[in-house]
């Protein structure tokens, strides 16, 4: 064992602080690494507030948006070395051996995936803390590769909002000359909107907020409209072959679906607090799909980290030292945010 700094929240009503975290030995099949950036995701603070029906197991480290390096690697470990700069996402391990692993669908295993904070290691006993700590030990077959092309800072979003938006794209085959829309443009929608782009499809931001069409350009987006205009939602309806959905707050559905192509589908990233309702006929007619999406499997989060690599992409982030954690928990809350805050760990050892 040894001991590491880290922040941790303690009770959902109080802010995170310092905190003394044991880390495993490394062992035969580990990777150790000493953490050097670590991305803030809207799951930390409804973790650190315990928002998801009770379910945070105090205290609780979060943190799953990792870049740094290795420092040490255990003998059986093939794939890495001291050195090396590498990532660590949304997941630590997983059985390895159910039909959705075998598939390279690690986030679906079917004996439940080992989040990377608040979970379990597959013995379902051990609890797992992340990233805003100094260092971490993962097993080898989950941690990533990550280029030295970028600045480090803004790929470590890359290892949520990056393979979030990612995924769904990639699985429903976005191609030059495709037509997407994205839906809200925040930490997710930023990198949807890059991303689309990058794949050669003609992106449309859709939003609420006209001061936001300055930046959707400046993301790579060719086109914004706005979808408090009734004008517009009936100007654009059959436009779009595919929707990505990044909005967490309640909204109709119905509206957006209405927007998709014969064949079309909506996909939705965002877990609005209520459950929303839709009509049978916005998919009847235009045999039209409604879908979720959730992250991707560690070698599609490695072909994702390739191709931001390959065309130079990177989150728009804002570092901030460990001491300013519970102030941009306030802010991303708040929207005051562009697009990422992201944790200079060299902070903590002050």
């Avoid at 303690?10 to 995170?16: N, Q, S, T, V």
């Avoid at 909002?161 to 191609?175: C, D, E, F, M």
């Avoid at 890059?194 to 987006?221: C, F, I, Q």
């Avoid at 914004?224 to 967490?248: A, H, Q």
């Amino acid at each position: 064992m040894k001991t590491v700094k880290a922040y941790a929240a303690f009770e959902a009503e109080k802010p995170l602080g310092p905190y003394d975290l044991e880390r495993r030995s490394v062992g035969a099949k580990d990777v150790e690494i000493e953490i050097l950036y670590c991305g803030v995701c809207h799951s930390d603070i409804h973790t650190a507030r315990n928002e998801w029906g009770g379910s945070t197991m105090y205290p609780v480290v979060p943190g799953h948006e990792i870049v740094g390096k290795v420092t040490a690697v255990g003998q059986e470990v093939s794939k890495f070395k001291v050195g090396d700069t590498v990532g660590v996402g949304c997941m630590v391990d997983s059985c390895q051996k159910c039909q959705n692993c075998e598939a390279d669908l690690e986030q679906f295993c079917e004996n439940g995936m080992s989040g990377t904070y608040n979970s379990y290691l597959q013995d379902k006993k051990t609890i797992t803390y992340g990233g805003y700590s100094s260092s971490i030990v993962v097993t080898e077959n989950f941690v990533l590769s990550v280029s030295d092309k970028l600045p480090l800072e803004g790929v470590a979003p890359l290892l949520c909002a990056g393979i979030t938006t990612y995924s769904p794209l990639r699985h429903w085959n976005v191609k030059k000359g495709d037509k997407v829309a994205v839906v809200g443009l925040g930490g997710l929608g930023h990198m949807a909107v890059k991303l689309a782009s990058a794949m050669g499809a003609e992106v449309t931001m859709l939003s609420r907020s006209p001061e936001k069409a300055k930046d959707a350009d400046s993301l790579g987006a060719h086109h914004f409209e706005l979808t408090t205009d009734p004008k517009n939602m009936k100007r654009l309806k059959g436009s779009y072959d595919i929707i990505i959905d990044t909005v967490s707050a309640s909204h109709d559905y119905s509206a957006y679906l209405n927007l998709l192509r014969t064949d079309g589908v909506m996909v939705l990233l965002g877990v609005p607090p209520t459950p929303e309702q839709i009509h049978a006929t916005s998919l009847i007619f235009g045999r039209k799909s409604l879908a979720g999406s959730l992250i991707g499997g560690i070698k599609e989060t490695q072909e994702m980290l390739d191709f931001c690599a390959e065309h130079g992409i990177v989150s728009d982030v804002e570092v901030i030292p460990i001491d300013k954690i519970n102030e941009a928990y306030e802010r991303t809350i708040a929207g005051d945010v562009h697009y990422r805050f992201v944790i200079d760990m060299a902070s903590l050892k002050k």
